[in-house]
Every structure is written in structure tokens, then in C-alpha cells.
């Protein structure tokens, strides 16, 4: 079945330090890749997606590509601020099952510290 | 639009009794899923509906679970005789696939769920 491997945290950085959080992913079909954030105490956001081989995606300084070829997605942020400590979530959604549903990785806890 | 809306945002409750959720869907997406999340894990699928029908049910989905969505608008989750082992963070989410591309994917902010 679909899986996703996601880098163990918790991480801490110091405010505009470079981060990457690893992620890859084990799929039957073709699937979109999605990061999403949830901070204390809210519900998930979208952060960024891509849908094909070789797409970016972005979005409040984030990226992360779409590499079929090592089956990763690797989020990346060049200065991280204090307001990025959250719990960042790598997902999966396999066009081929039909349903859409997402499949998570554990999560990683980023804390950022001033 | 106001987004995904879940109620209650909080729920405790006994052990065997029994607890209802509801989810609001964006009213344009045409799927609506439930998940569950527990601390420290990601989310993990339960089941899903297009319009009204409820269309697949994740093996974690017990006989104690059922979900509707009657007319094809809000959801419920119903769990009966509750055990302490289903404390944890129930989602909804609802999407718009149109001609097999997933247009959009919005989660509501949670029922979080305590059995004592």
C-alpha cells in the first residue's frame, strides 16, 4: 500500500537558519504530493502541493519538488522565523485509487527559537 | 465561504457512551472525508463520501463507527459505546475532483474527542 517517510524531530533551529525536513513516499499509482502545517491548536493547512514529476511547489518562503525518480519531497525554507514552529505533515494522494484519500507521515515538530 | 466547520471542537465523555460529530463541507466540493488523529501521528483515513454515497471504509472504521451525510451536505460521525482507545482528533476534509484532478482539499479544525 501508499506510505510516507518523514525525517523523526523533533527539530529546533535558530531564527534564519536553513531548513529541510526529508520526506519520501511509496505509491502504486502516480500520486499528487502535498506539505501541510498545523500550528498549536489549529486544524491542518495546505502549505504547498505538486502534481507531477518535477513540480515545485511554493508558498511563504517554502518549497519542495517533485522527484519520481528518488520517490521524494523534501521541504525546504532558506530563513526559518519563530512564527514557522509548527508540525509539518508530508502526504500523498494515489490519483489511481480513486478516492483521493491522503496519506500522512508521522510528522515532524519544528521549533524555532529567537 | 467559510471553510470546513467542525462541531463540537471538544468532546469528553464516558466510557460506553455514545458521541455524534458534525462537519460542514465547503459547499462547492463534492467529497467529503473523516479522519482520525492521535497525539503524535499523522492523520489516518476513515472513510469518504461523494455527495450522499459513502463510497469506501478504512479497516480502522469498527462496527462501532457510522458516518452519514445525508442529501449530500453536512456529515456525521456517530460513535457507540465509546472506548478509550478512540481519544483522539477526528477531521473532516472536503475536496473537488472534477474530471480526475483534485481541484481543492480543506481540512476543518477538528472534534477533539476524550474517553474517561
Known amino acids: 500500500g501508499d506510505s510516507v517517510t518523514q525525517m523523526e524531530g523533533p527539530v529546533t533551529l535558530s531564527e534564519e537558519a536553513f531548513l529541510t525536513i526529508n520526506c519520501t513516499y511509496t505509491?502504486?499509482?502516480?500520486?499528487?504530493l502535498f506539505w501541510y502545517v498545523q500550528y498549536p491548536g489549529e486544524g491542518l493547512q495546505l502549505l504547498l502541493k505538486?502534481?507531477?514529476?518535477?513540480d515545485k511547489g511554493s508558498n511563504k518562503g517554502f518549497e519542495a519538488t517533485y522527484r519520481k525518480e528518488t520517490t521524494s519531497f523534501h521541504l525546504e525554507k532558506g530563513s526559518v522565523q519563530v512564527s514557522d514552529s509548527a508540525v509539518y505533515f508530508c502526504?500523498?494522494?494515489?490519483?489511481?485509487?480513486?478516492?483521493?484519500?491522503?496519506?500522512f507521515g508521522k510528522g515532524t515538530k519544528l521549533s524555532v527559537i529567537p | 465561504d467559510t471553510g470546513v466547520s467542525q462541531d463540537p471542537r471538544h468532546k469528553i465523555t464516558k466510557r460506553g457512551q455514545n458521541v455524534t460529530f458534525r462537519c460542514d463541507p465547503i459547499?462547492?466540493?463534492?467529497?467529503l472525508y473523516w479522519y482520525r488523529q492521535t497525539l503524535g501521528q499523522g492523520p489516518e483515513f476513515l472513510t469518504y463520501?461523494?455527495?450522499?454515497?459513502?463510497?469506501?471504509k478504512s479497516r480502522l472504521l469498527s462496527d462501532r463507527f457510522s458516518a452519514e451525510r445525508p442529501k449530500g451536505s453536512f456529515s456525521t460521525l456517530e460513535i457507540q459505546r465509546t472506548e478509550q482507545g478512540d481519544s483522539a482528533m477526528y477531521l473532516c476534509?472536503?475536496?473537488?475532483?472534477?474530471?480526475?484532478?483534485?481541484?481543492?482539499?480543506?481540512f476543518g479544525s477538528g472534534t477533539r474527542l476524550t474517553v474517561v
Open positions: 459547499s462547492e466540493h463534492n467529497r
Open positions: 502526504a500523498l494522494s494515489d490519483r489511481g485509487a480513486g478516492s483521493y484519500q491522503l496519506t
Open positions: 505538486a502534481t507531477k514529476a518535477d
Open positions: 463520501f461523494q455527495n450522499e454515497a459513502q463510497l469506501e
Open positions: 476534509a472536503s475536496s473537488l475532483v472534477w474530471d480526475r484532478d483534485l481541484l481543492g482539499y480543506t
Open positions: 505509491a502504486t499509482g502516480y500520486p499528487s
